[in-house]
């Protein structure tokens, strides 16, 4: 089975600074997706940015980067520009061959103005 | 607008008694999942379907039963209430997992 941590519960940044998220996951399969979701108190998840497991290249989407280490199963959420509306709860997911879905726990983000 | 479109938003239950949350899309989806959401638990599979007529037990299945006879409805069932099934309810839907899921706007569920 796999299995997607998220070490830190909370986290805070000040407006316009960068702030990273830190995920790990387990898994025996070469072939898989990685994403980050957002989930505002509107309870809505939202997707922030994926990565295919076979590309080396991290993924990049506006302020939203991704630093994907394969070997050491890692994959960390990078904001950069911080903004108010970033604050959310942010959940790190796997999908495997299945299009199964797995999530971490979350991290909760806040932003400082 | 297209999307995955859950019903009730808020359901308040008895423990003992029997009730289901509806889940349907319109994108022409295979695959669909029930999710729970607990505080500091995360999202957690419940059960999932990989197409009409086809479904799967997840990781959290007991308690819920789940039947898929058409492409666009996913149905949860809750066969007998019990409070540890107070939670947040996500139905999502995916053509593939390149292009993720659409969540639904999630069930909260309070079993008294």
């Known amino acids: 089975a796999q299995t997607v941590t998220q070490s830190q519960p909370e986290m805070s940044v000040q407006e316009a600074e960068t702030v990273t998220l830190s995920c790990t996951y387990d898994?025996?399969?070469?072939?898989?997706?990685l994403f980050w979701y957002k989930q505002p108190p509107s309870r809505q998840m939202i997707l922030v940015i994926r990565?295919?497991?076979?590309?080396?290249q991290n993924a990049t989407e506006n302020r939203f980067s991704v630093n994907f280490q394969k070997a050491a199963k890692s994959f960390s959420l990078k904001i950069s520009d911080s903004q108010l509306g970033d604050a959310a709860m942010y959940f790190c997911?796997?999908?495997?061959?299945?299009?199964?879905?797995?999530f971490g726990t979350g991290t909760s983000l806040t932003v400082i103005p | 607008n297209a999307g995955v479109t859950q019903t009730p938003k808020f359901q308040v239950l008895k423990t003992g008694q029997s009730m289901t949350l509806q889940c349907a899309q319109d994108?022409?989806?295979?695959?669909m999942s029930w999710y729970r959401q607990d505080p500091g638990m995360g999202l957690r599979l419940i059960h999932y379907s990989v197409g009409a007529g086809i479904t799967d037990q997840g990781e959290v299945p007991n308690g819920y039963n789940v039947s898929r006879s058409t492409t666009e409805d996913f149905p949860l069932r809750l066969l007998s209430a019990a409070p540890s099934q107070t939670s947040v309810y996500f139905c999502a839907s995916t053509m593939d997992r390149y292009h993720s899921y659409t969540f639904g706007s999630g069930t909260r569920l309070t079993v008294v």
């Open positions: 997911a796997y999908a495997n061959t299945g299009n199964q879905f797995y």
């Open positions: 898994t025996s399969e070469s072939d898989y997706y």
């Open positions: 994108m022409n989806h295979e695959y």
């Open positions: 990565q295919e497991a076979y590309k080396q």
